[in-house]
Every structure is written in C-alpha cells, then in structure tokens.
T-cell receptor
Framework: AQSVTQLDSHVSVSEGTPVLLRCNYS??????LFWYVQHPNKGLQLLLK??????LVKGINGFEAEFKKSETSFHLTKPSAHMSDAAEYFC?????????????FGSGTRLSIRP | EAQVTQNPRYLITVTGKKLTVTCSQN?????MSWYRQDPGLGLRQIYY???????DKGDVPEGYKVSRKEKRNFPLILESPSPNQTSLYFC?????????????FGPGTRLTVT
C-alpha cells in the first residue's frame, strides 16, 4: 500500500529565509516521488521528481528535495524564499509496480511568504 | 504548445441538472484522469482511463461518469449533480499512469451546485 503525509498544512516564512516543506511516504515498492506546485487559480505544475537516480533532486525555481529511504522522507527545500513562491505544494507518490495503478497525493502545504 | 484544456472554467448549476465538463490533451497521452480538490484533502482521483474505451474507477467515483471515445478527449459527466459535488476539478494526462512520469494538469473547473 502507498500513502503520503505532508506534515504541515501551512508554513509561513519571511522573504529571503529558507523554506522547508516536509513529506513522508509509505510504499511497498520502489517509489517515484514528485512535488507539484499550485499557484492561486492555476493548475498543478511539476517542481521536481525522484526516480531512483540521484537522491538529491533539483527542480525549477531553485527548489530541491532529498530522498531519504531510511527516514521515508522527501522534504522540499529552498535556500531563500521569494514572494512568488507563495502557493500550495503537493507531495505525490507513485509506484511502477503497484497493481492498483494509483497515484497518491498528499493533502497539501500552503506556503505563505512574509515581506 | 503541449497542454490540457478544460471547459468550462467556472460553472454554477442547480441540483439535478445534468452537466459535462470537457477535457482535451494534445500530447498523444494514453493515460488520462479526473481529480477533485477539496480543502485539506488534496487531490482525490475520480476516474481514470488507460486508453480509448478503457476506463476505471478511482477513489471517489460515486455520482460521476466518464467516457473515452477518442484518445485526446476525456469528458466528466455529472448526471444528477448534488451540492456535495461542489468542488474544484482537474483533468490530467500522462504517458503512463504510474512510475516516473509527469502528469500534466488542466487549469481546473470550479463547480458550484446549489
């Protein structure tokens, strides 16, 4: 079975400070992991994905995430937040070997940026 | 430009009045799916389709129908909408349903059922 837990429903940081959005997953098979971003009134856009290559994954807009199998985590980070980063972020788990052919979304983390 | 389009973007309707939300993709993807997004619940899959004439239920299929007569189109049908179907709906497509394949999302359809 697969599941994904985003540990914070809302994160607020000051502009220029680091961002950390936390995601834990559970998967019976080797998972693929994704982070998607949703800006207000927009669809979801892929930020980055992990597919069993490098454990540190770099994405768009300066975001990166590290796959830690021992901790079953895939936290999203950015060294310095910009106002334009304010959005909803979703962690997603998927497995190529899942007979259910399902993709599981986390409940989302809303990121607010203080000026 | 590679994209997924949905229409309409906004819809207000009354209980019981049948409606259809269209979805179309121009990337020749075999896999398409519908999600609904509700506050605090993330995205939940309604139906998905692995190919033309092949559809299956997701996690929350009750009250919805779909069809896949052409590869590019995957309409969502609400035969008799109810207020609990008020939500934000997204169509998505990808080249494969699971594994390391990005999903491409439409812009969303905000549905209100009164």
């Amino acid at each position: 079975a697969q599941s994904v837990t985003q540990l914070d429903s809302h994160v607020s940081v000051s502009e220029g400070t680091p961002v950390l959005l936390r995601c834990n997953y559970s998967s019976s098979y080797s998972p693929s992991l994704f982070w998607y971003v949703q800006h207000p009134n927009k669809g979801l856009q892929l930020l980055l994905k992990y597919t069993s290559a490098a454990t540190l994954v770099k994405g768009i807009n300066g975001f990166e995430a590290e796959f830690k199998k021992s901790e079953t985590s895939f936290h999203l980070t950015k060294p310095s937040a910009h106002m334009s980063d304010a959005a909803e972020y979703f962690c997603v788990v998927s497995s190529s070997y899942s007979s259910a052919s399902k993709i599981i979304f986390g409940s989302g983390t809303r990121l607010s940026i203080r000026p | 430009e590679a994209q997924v389009t949905q229409n309409p973007r906004y819809l207000i309707t009354v209980t019981g009045k049948k409606l259809t939300v269209t979805c179309s993709q121009n990337m020749n993807h075999e896999y398409m799916s519908w999600y609904r997004q509700d506050p605090g619940l993330g995205l939940r899959q309604i139906y998905y389709s692995m190919n033309v004439e092949v559809t299956d239920k997701g996690d929350v299929p009750e009250g919805y129908k779909v069809s896949r007569k052409e590869k590019r189109n995957f309409p969502l049908i609400l035969e008799s909408p109810s207020p609990n179907q008020t939500s934000l709906y997204f169509c998505a497509s990808s080249s494969y349903p699971t594994g390391p394949y990005e999903q491409y999302f439409g812009p969303g359809t905000r549905l209100t059922v009164t």
